[in-house]
């Protein structure tokens, strides 16, 4: 299945203030966010439901679909679109299997080793990182930065030509034009949108900078 990363944002309880996410994730789509991510480390299976629930609900009509982070059994119970593993999670083989053909399944890819472990078969997109420092989550190893995103998804593509990759961590507008530039067809944030003041007036401004950028790659919009 073909996804649009240009503008990923995941919704995340540990960011958002006590804001509900299902509002918060309907203005980052009113502001041009082409996907969106559940991603809750700490609820319970029932918390998860009902925050995927209630996004999923949030988004209907818009089109843009809506992720599960890690837990595959939560976006069954949710109807949810599709998960993001991470290398600990289920295999991507067996999510698929279990979603089946038409959910959308995404891939982190944080070394070159995880590069030769993609599926191409089973998943429909990989988010590279950490690109840059980030307080949004912890992640072990250090930032690739926008040398290491370029080298990782030329491998990407090498191994799976059609499969779009995004950035991620660490993502804001100071930046978003270099990770688009060093390839990226879109970017994955959670802070620079969730987190503001204003998350779709901040989300419309990262997608100009990421629909510009696209332009003057000479990459689709």
Do not use: W
Request: with cysteine; glycine share 10%.
């Amino acid at each position: 299945m073909k996804v649009d990363l240009s503008l990923y944002v995941l919704v995340d309880p540990a960011q958002a203030d006590d804001r509900a996410l299902a509002e918060i994730a309907a203005l980052a789509v009113r502001g041009g966010a082409t996907l969106i991510q559940l991603r809750n480390k700490t609820g319970t299976t029932r918390e998860l439901v009902e925050q995927a629930c209630a996004i999923k609900e949030a988004l209907a009509g818009t089109g843009v679909p809506l992720l599960v982070n890690d837990r595959v059994d939560v976006a069954l119970a949710a109807s949810a679109d599709g998960v993001h593993l991470g290398r600990d999670d289920l295999d991507a083989r067996v999510a698929r299997r279990l979603l089946g053909p038409k959910a959308i399944i995404g891939s982190t890819v944080r070394s070159d080793a995880d590069v030769t472990a993609l599926a191409p078969g089973a998943i429909d997109y990989a988010c590279i990182g950490g690109v840059f420092a980030t307080k949004s989550k912890d992640n072990p190893d250090p930032p690739i930065g926008v040398d290491g995103f370029s080298r990782l998804a030329r491998l990407t593509r090498e191994r799976a030509p059609q499969m779009p990759v995004g950035a991620i961590a660490g993502i804001d507008e100071k930046n978003t034009a270099d990770v688009i530039g060093a390839g990226a067809d879109g970017i994955a944030v959670v802070s620079a949108v969730i987190s503001a003041r204003d998350p779709e007036a901040e989300a419309r401004k990262l997608r100009r900078i990421v629909d510009a950028a696209k332009a003057q790659r000479g990459a689709a919009v």
